[in-house]
């Protein structure tokens, strides 16, 4: 079992930053990769941030330049980073971690809302 605890939503307006956090417990020997994803309401989930263990990361074309990715593999986290945050940004943010090359497992998912 592999549990995921998200924090670090909010609200903030227009320009704003704030820094997302997710840590990895349970039972698990190796983290593959560590993601995050949003969902808008009506809109489908989509990846914003994926980082794998080798430290290879991607962004969503949305994102890039904006946000950063980050993993501490010591501590089992990873951490968003979003400067300059558009309304387009308020969303649900969920973290997924990938272990033990197959077993999937989501956050509970944490309200981002940027105001104009």
């Known amino acids: 079992q592999v549990q995921l605890v998200e924090s670090g939503g909010g609200l903030v307006q227009a320009g704003g930053s704030l820094r997302l956090s997710c840590a990895a417990s349970?039972?698990?020997?190796?983290?593959?990769?560590m993601a995050w994803y949003r969902q808008a309401p009506g809109y489908q989930r989509e990846l914003v941030a994926r980082?794998?263990?080798?430290?290879?990361?991607y962004y969503a074309e949305s994102v890039k330049g904006r946000f950063t990715i980050s993993r501490d593999d010591a501590e089992n986290t990873v951490t968003l980073q979003m400067n300059s945050l558009k309304p387009e940004d308020t969303a649900v943010y969920y973290c997924?971690?990938?272990?033990?090359?197959?077993?999937?497992?989501w956050g509970q998912g944490t309200q981002v809302t940027v105001s104009p």
């Open positions: 997924k971690a990938v272990v033990d090359s197959g077993r999937v497992a």
């Open positions: 980082v794998t263990t080798g430290g290879s990361d």
């Open positions: 349970g039972t698990f020997f190796r983290i593959d990769f």
